[in-house]
């Protein structure tokens, strides 16, 4: 019992907790690991250690998200009216939801 | 009315709103004065505000404001909820703001607003200290009256019980935000840019505006709690539910214009949960479970997946610290308004509030609390890395690990927070969250866990291409100690985190929990007034 402990909301299990960061930390590695050995990044081992290619040319879906934001998206977020333009259509959203008798049975 | 009265005995919390409110306007008065004196040309009555003055000024202003917000926790937590009422006599303590009595109910001091004032004190007082060290950003009488302002607005707001005085203090936040926003060049689309910033400003403020007058003129009241025991459900209403919480939602997602200045970039962070606070205050305190709005918490759980898609879309091959920070803010942002429609969700019914309704709405409320310390560390971070040495921005350097171990350590620590990996403090609120996520669709459970993984990979490859990755340009040769810039008031922070790491349920008990009493207290304590008078 000496690994349980209850403090009110929760009752912690200190074992299944140091599972729970055992696989925390293996989950944080793999992401590293896989960030470092996907994305074209070259490990250089010279003088100053071992770098990482800062910001490879990425993978192609997130080339394709890129393009999306900078072809659809950055023009409307440049104009300098987006802020009315977002409040506005918030507003009709809500008005949409309250007033509208659709999807409610 | 005699306003001598307003003075002695003067309760804690209106305190702490007038010595904010009293130092800004001297030191915009001086400015005033200064201005006058120049264009007269009358030297001699120039009043000179020199740096370390204004800076122990700014300084023990923030540190008593931390002290006074304490106390008046301390004190709710022994005396109860109280409404502080200013009369003929002076002060007066009461359980009930009754308006009919005609004395102004000015302040309301509830665990909810308690516990908010607090967090933002100590964040706000962080904030200060970063900006009493920066060099490059150098702290003035101007932005010390702005940040004084947005301080006492912000504070405000957790202190008021009425549409009106919320109306009054987000005017005051307002004018001191935009204050610290100002275009950058004199130029005709500068200038442009500033006149639509300063127009989406009015217009949010006239429709709370308008939201609150269609109230008052229906039931007579503004405040809140009265309010709540006699609000009915009808298109007036409605539209005023609409006024009230649309404005506040885009405060709240849209908190600022692209700053680099880290201390501003807090303020307009505290802003942001201000703006969340006044939507949790009017959504279940005020209108509660009305009907007509059954379709309310499917519009915020939408609202907060798109918030969620659009801060993964936003950090697509990006590089630039600060707009990182703004994604993984809004990533934060997301997630709070899907847990918000989830709770309104699980509270139409016993069973899905036995269910699902509470565990939402606690885990709304941590991930609201864990919003403004994880904000600031980003804030520090990424503005220090967006800093210019020898001609280069520091995110371009390359492997900065060495030279910055401890905000490198902070950054991967603020990712897995913001993630919900454990053991980290963010876990328990998304563990919350995907359990009752799981009681409407596990569909809704599976977007957000994928969203988490996806910026949680994201964010990881980010951090570690700018902690490990190979320099772009040619660095300082003298770039040791960069840490020190930001280690105290990151060290603060992170106090705060391992405190909430290590003991949860201390936190979810000081916390989480009398925040969610609060807010669904709805009206019940005039309820309680009325049925002894019967």
Redesign the interface.
């Known amino acids: 019992m000496i690994f349980h402990l209850e403090t009110g909301y929760f009752i912690w299990n200190f074992l299944g907790w140091a599972g729970i960061f055992l696989f925390s930390a293996l989950l944080f590695c793999f992401f590293i690991y896989i960030n470092v050995n996907k994305n074209c990044i070259i490990r250089v081992k010279g003088d100053e250690g071992t770098f990482i290619e800062f910001n490879g040319s990425g993978s192609g879906f997130e080339n394709k998200v890129f393009l999306f934001r900078t072809k659809c998206l950055a023009p409307w977020f440049e104009k300098h009216f987006c802020h009315i333009l977002t409040v506005a259509v918030l507003f009709l959203l809500f008005l949409t939801a309250l007033f509208s008798s659709f999807g409610v049975e | 009315m005699n306003f001598a009265y307003l003075f002695p005995a003067m309760p804690l919390p209106v305190l702490s709103l007038l010595l904010p409110l009293g130092a800004a306007m001297a030191l915009m008065f001086i400015r005033v004065y200064d201005i006058w004196a120049d264009k007269y040309e009358k030297a001699r009555f120039k009043i000179t505000v020199n740096q370390r003055p204004l800076k122990i000024f700014f300084f023990i202003l923030l540190l008593l404001n931390v002290l006074i917000t304490f106390s008046i926790w301390k004190n709710y937590q022994s005396g109860g909820s109280t409404f502080y009422i200013l009369g003929s006599n002076g002060w007066a303590k009461t359980l009930s703001g009754d308006p009919a009595k005609k004395m102004w109910t000015l302040v309301q001091v509830d665990a909810f607003g308690a516990i908010s004032a607090v967090v933002m004190g100590v964040i706000a007082f962080i904030a200060g200290l970063r900006s009493l060290a920066d060099k490059k950003n150098i702290l003035d009488q101007s932005k010390v009256t702005y940040y004084l302002l947005t301080l006492c607005g912000i504070q405000g707001i957790f202190y008021s019980n009425g549409l009106l005085a919320l109306l009054i203090f987000i005017c005051l936040s307002q004018i001191g935000a935009s204050g610290l926003f100002h275009w950058a060049d004199d130029s005709y689309d500068g200038l ?2 500033w ?3 300063f ?2 400003r009015m ?2 403020v006239l ?1 709370f505006l308008a939201g609150t007058l269609i109230l008052y003129y229906k039931y007579g009241a503004d405040n809140i709690t009265i309010l709540s025991t006699m609000i009915k459900s009808g ?1 007036p209403e ?2 005023a ?3 009230l ?3 506040l ?2 405060l709240f ?2 908190a600022s214009a692209y700053v680099t200045d880290s201390a501003s970039r807090c303020f307009f962070a505290i802003r942001a949960q201000a703006a969340f606070f006044v939507i949790l205050r009017i959504v279940f305190s005020l209108y509660g479970l009305q009907e ?5 918490p ?2 915020f759980t939408g ?1 907060g997946l798109v918030s969620l898609i659009a801060a ?3 950090m ?2 990006e ?1 630039d610290p600060i707009k990182i920070a703004e994604s993984l803010e809004l990533f934060m942002k997301g997630f709070m308004l899907a847990a918000m429609g989830i709770s309104l969700s699980g509270t139409y019914s016993a069973q899905a509030a036995a269910e699902y309704g509470i565990g939402a709405m606690e885990s709304m409320v941590s991930l609201w609390i864990l919003f403004l310390p994880v904000s600031a560390a980003l804030s520090f971070i990424c503005c220090l890395l967006k800093r210019e040495e020898c001609g280069i921005e520091l995110w ?1 350097t ?2 900065l690990f060495r030279r910055m171990p401890f905000s490198g350590t902070a950054l ?1 620590i603020s990712v ?1 927070v913001i993630a919900g ?4 403090v963010g876990f ?1 609120a998304k563990q919350y969250l995907y359990r009752s996520a799981n009681y409407i669709s596990p569909f809704l459970t599976l977007m957000l866990f994928t969203c988490s993984i996806l910026l ?2 994201k964010a ?2 980010y951090a ?3 902690m ?5 340009g040619a660095a300082c040769e003298n770039q040791s100690g960069l840490d020190a810039k930001i280690s105290l008031p990151l060290l603060i922070l992170f106090m705060i985190l391992t405190f909430a790491t290590v ?4 936190t ?2 000081l916390l989480v ?1 009398p925040s969610v009493h609060s807010l669904m207290n709805r009206g019940q304590l005039i309820n309680m007034l009325q049925q002894e008078d019967k």
Request: glycine share 8%; no cysteine.
């Open positions: 442009k840019e006149l639509w910033y127009a989406s217009l949010i429709m298109p409605k539209l539910y609409a006024l919480v649309v404005p939602l885009f997602i849209k007509g709005l059954e379709k309310i499917l519009l609202i993964l879309i936003f697509a091959k590089n371009n390359g492997g991967f897995a990996l454990p053991p980290f328990s949680l990979a990881l490859f570690a291409s700018v490990f990755g190979r320099s772009r003991a949860p349920g201390k979810f008990d929990s």
